[in-house]
């Protein structure tokens, strides 16, 4: 099945290897997950408002999870297995698509988790809304996990030494966290418009809205948030751009 010059069959087949690699890997899904859950207790306490950050921190276990997938695109490289799947009869942005998808669903996987241990333990509120509220959380968090994931696979497109990768990752991970709105409502202030060139923004705003408001039509027509639709089209702005983008520097990258 062949879209935009992406063949979705190869794709999901690289995506399937990244999904391997990551259910083998067990210890990284147990520190991903504690630290967002540590991150819920020593926050969530500290600055009062424990149900808030919860919801900030789906899409902060979605982040560290996704934009570290570009790690194994300079894994691969090292190893020699990302020249032969580029000198493969398929496009480069089937290269790049795969690598997202398989990052995003095992991103999507660590941000679920933390939405059903911070729904069970009731920081959302035990009532008839939260399944509507948790249905409609899963589809950003896919998105985010496509978007982080894209991101990851941007920044590793041409880089071939791990140490320069993780040095790169670390010095854009913490500030997209912290000025995404997760831990600090910025709202009503200056900078809340600098946030705004943050993606993961959008992402912590609209699980934020859903998740907290008391009734599902609040979380819909809510006045102190920015709209969903806002935050759902740039989600999806950002993510295509840093699809595409990644895939435009392999097109323009030598096959070794």
Known sequence: MKILDIDFTVSFALSKREFIKYVRNRSRLI???????????????????????????????????????????VIDRMLGYLKEIMVAPISRTTISMGKALGGTFVASIQGIIVLIITSALGLYGY?????????????????????????????????????????????????????????????????????????????????QQILISPTLF?????????????????????????LFSAAYIFRKSEAV
């Open 127 to 207: 009532d008839i809304n939260l399944i509507a509220k948790i249905l409609l959380v899963l589809p950003l968090i896919f998105l985010t996990a496509f978007l982080t994931t894209s991101l990851g696979n941007l920044i590793a497109a041409r880089l071939a030494d791990m140490h320069q990768m993780q040095l790169l990752m670390t010095f854009l991970v913490m500030p997209m966290f912290f000025t995404s709105g997760a831990l600090i409502d910025f709202k009503g202030s200056p900078f809340f418009y600098i946030t705004l060139i943050n993606p993961l923004t959008y992402a912590v705003d609209a699980m």
């Open 218 to 242: 609040g979380s819909l027509f809510s006045t102190t948030y920015l709209p969903l639709l806002v935050d759902f089209l740039a989600l999806l702005g950002f993510s295509l751009i840093f």
């Open 31 to 73: 520190t991903s997950l504690f630290q967002s859950l540590m991150f819920v207790a020593i926050f969530g306490v500290g600055l009062g408002n424990v149900s808030r950050v919860a919801a900030g921190m789906i899409p902060q276990a979605v982040l560290f999870t996704g934009i570290f997938a570009g790690i194994s695109i």
